[in-house]
C-alpha cells in the first residue's frame, strides 16, 4: 500500500515564475491537507480540501496561493509569482475520513532563487 | 485549541527506554491526543493516538493520565534512528482536523 505521495521532490524556481506541487493521496483516502514548514520553524496548516471542495483554507496566504482537488487526479498546490519567502518544504497529508489520522508525504522543497 | 507544553530537547541512551512527557492540560473531553515525529526534514511520521485509555502499537506507547491534563510517550528500547523531533497535537474536534504543530521536543539518541 503506498503511502502519500509527492512530486516533484525538490523545485527550484526563480522570483516571478510559477510553481506547481503535486500530492497524491493513499489509496481510498479522500481527504488531503497541506502544510508548509518555513526554514528553523515548525509546521503550519495552510489548506485542508476533499474531492472538489476547499473545506478550510484559514492557513493560506491571501495572495498568491491556491489548491485544488480534482475529481481525478492528484491535488496540487499552485504558488503564483514566487518570491523568496517562499522557499519552504511543503508536505501534503491524507486521511481517509474526516478527523481521521492523517499520514504524510516526504514533502517538496521549493528553493527560490 | 488546547495548548500543549513539552520541554525542548531531550537524552536517551540508546537500548533504554525514552519517555517523552507532554502537557495538555485544557484539553475538552471528546479531543484526541496525537504524537508525530520529524526525522531530520522529512515528512512527519504518525505514532500513535489516544483519547482516554493508553494505547501501545509496534513503534510506541501512549501513558494518559486519568485526568487527561498530560501524557507520556514512551519509546521502549531507543536506537540511533529514534532521533527526530517529537510533537504532542490535541487534536481539536471543533474545527476541520487540521493539526497544530508546535516546537515539539528534539530527542537525541546517544549511542
Known amino acids: 500500500n503506498a503511502g502519500v505521495m509527492q512530486n516533484p521532490r525538490h523545485l527550484v524556481r526563480r522570483r516571478g515564475q510559477e510553481a506547481r506541487l503535486r500530492c497524491s493521496p493513499m489509496k481510498g483516502h479522500s481527504h488531503v491537507y497541506w502544510y508548509r514548514q518555513l526554514p528553523e520553524e515548525g509546521l503550519k496548516f495552510m489548506v485542508y480540501?476533499?474531492?472538489?471542495?476547499?473545506?478550510?483554507e484559514s492557513g493560506m496566504p491571501k495572495e498568491r496561493f491556491s489548491a485544488e482537488f480534482p475529481k481525478e487526479g492528484p491535488s496540487i498546490l499552485r504558488i503564483q509569482q514566487v518570491v523568496r519567502g517562499d522557499s519552504a518544504a511543503y508536505f501534503c497529508?491524507?486521511?481517509?475520513?474526516?478527523?481521521?489520522?492523517?499520514?504524510f508525504g516526504p514533502g517538496t522543497r521549493l528553493l527560490v532563487l | 485549541d488546547a495548548k500543549t507544553t513539552q520541554p525542548t530537547s531531550m537524552d536517551c541512551a540508546e537500548g533504554r527506554a525514552a519517555n517523552l512527557p507532554c502537557n495538555h492540560s485544557?484539553?475538552?473531553?471528546?479531543?484526541?491526543v496525537y504524537w508525530y515525529r520529524q526525522i531530520h526534514s522529512q515528512g512527519p511520521q504518525y505514532i500513535i493516538h489516544?483519547?482516554?485509555n493508553n494505547e501501545t502499537n509496534e513503534m510506541a506507547s501512549l501513558i494518559i493520565t486519568e485526568d487527561r491534563k498530560s501524557s507520556t510517550l514512551i519509546l521502549p528500547h531507543a536506537t540511533l534512528r529514534d532521533t527526530a523531533v517529537y510533537y504532542c497535537i490535541v487534536r481539536v474536534s471543533s474545527n476541520t482536523g487540521k493539526l497544530i504543530f508546535g516546537q515539539g521536543t528534539t530527542l537525541q539518541v546517544k549511542p
Open positions: 489516544g483519547l482516554k
Open positions: 497529508a491524507s486521511s481517509p475520513q474526516f478527523r481521521e489520522t492523517q499520514y
Open positions: 480540501l476533499q474531492k472538489e471542495n476547499i473545506i478550510d
Open positions: 485544557t484539553i475538552s473531553g471528546n479531543e484526541y
